[in-house]
């Protein structure tokens, strides 16, 4: 079974700079999906970014992207330029490659954008 | 394009009652998956159906169930409710198997407490 870590509960970060929030994970398989979610209080889950891990290069999505380790079974979130919109819930989770797997969550990160 | 919606938005049962919770998929996407979010935690997987039979189940009891219509919509189901099924219950919608579309999109959710 997989497992999806997130050692950080709770984090903050000042408008305009810049944080990293962890994630590690464990599983057997070779090829599988990352994504991080996130959730603000309205309560939707939104995709941030996914990363394919057959792919080396880090995914990017605008301010946001990913430190991916496949060795060390790491994969973190980097936002630059916060803003307070960023202010939320941060879900890590993991999904097999075998199509419409179910996703696999980690407990998430509260993170706090402060003006 | 229509998005992810869910019904009711929020609901209060009593324990050992029936409810039903109602998912419409986003347009196109023919699989829809169910997760628990308890308090503080991050979302638990029920289960998924594709083109209206059931295709995988999480560690939920047999008093969750569920059904997918033939146009993709979906309902969950919870029988003798218990105080520990008080959470956010999540629908998400996805297109296709094998690995055609693996993003799940997400619907605003449903708060369900039992007292």
């Known amino acids: 079974a997989q497992t999806v870590t997130q050692s950080q509960p709770e984090m903050s970060v000042q408008e305009a700079e810049t944080v990293t929030l962890s994630c590690t994970y464990d599983t057997s398989e070779s090829n599988y999906y990352l994504f991080w979610y996130k959730q603000p209080p309205s309560r939707q889950m939104i995709l941030v970014i996914r990363q394919e891990a057959y792919k080396q290069q880090n995914a990017t999505e605008n301010r946001f992207s990913v430190n991916f380790q496949k060795a060390a079974k790491s994969f973190s979130l980097k936002i630059s330029d916060s803003q307070l919109g960023d202010t939320a819930m941060y879900f890590c989770a993991f999904m097999r490659h075998s199509g419409n797997t179910p996703l696999v969550f980690g407990k998430g990160t509260r993170l706090s954008v402060i003006a | 394009e229509t998005g992810v919606t869910q019904s009711p938005t929020h609901l209060i049962k009593t324990r050992g009652q029936q409810v039903t919770l109602r998912c419409s998929s986003q347009s196109g996407h023919n699989t829809v998956s169910w997760y628990q979010q308890a308090l503080g935690q991050g979302p638990q997987f029920i289960f998924q159906?594709?083109?209206?039979?059931?295709?995988g189940r999480g560690n939920f009891p047999p008093r969750f169930s569920g059904l997918q219509f033939p146009n993709y919509s979906s309902e969950l189901n919870v029988n003798a409710l218990e105080l520990d099924d008080s959470a956010l219950y999540l629908c998400?919608?996805?297109?296709?198997?094998?690995?055609?579309?693996?993003?799940?999109?997400f619907g605003p959710g449903t708060r369900l407490t039992v007292t």
């Open positions: 998400a919608s996805s297109a296709g198997l094998a690995g055609v579309s693996y993003e799940q999109y």
């Open positions: 159906y594709y083109r209206e039979e059931e295709n």
